[in-house]
């Protein structure tokens, strides 16, 4: 096997986390298509990190983790309506 004489090296930094909350069904959509204002506000993000990071951040990779959540209603369990003093 013959090495190559140029070897491109990039540095990784930590993982830039973006939590955009709960979002509507279409626009999350969009977003794994590349697309839409969720991906705008990715790189938005992203451009505000390299900006931050100044000279430091050439040759750096930068990864962003996406965080989407659905909020899930605690409901109240049948004893605690029937019977609200018992434990």
Do not use: H
Request: net charge positive; proline share 5%.
């Amino acid at each position: 096997m013959a090495e190559s004489s140029e070897t491109k090296t990039s540095e990784m930094t930590q993982p830039i986390v973006i939590d955009l909350g709960s979002q509507k069904p279409g626009n999350i959509k969009d977003l794994k298509k590349g697309k839409g204002e969720l991906w705008d506000e990715v790189l938005n993000v992203v451009d505000e990190t390299r900006e931050m990071l100044g000279a430091e951040a050439d040759g750096k990779v930068f990864v962003p983790v996406i965080l989407i959540y659905k909020k899930k209603i605690k409901r109240k369990g049948l004893e605690k309506l029937v019977f609200p003093l018992m434990k």
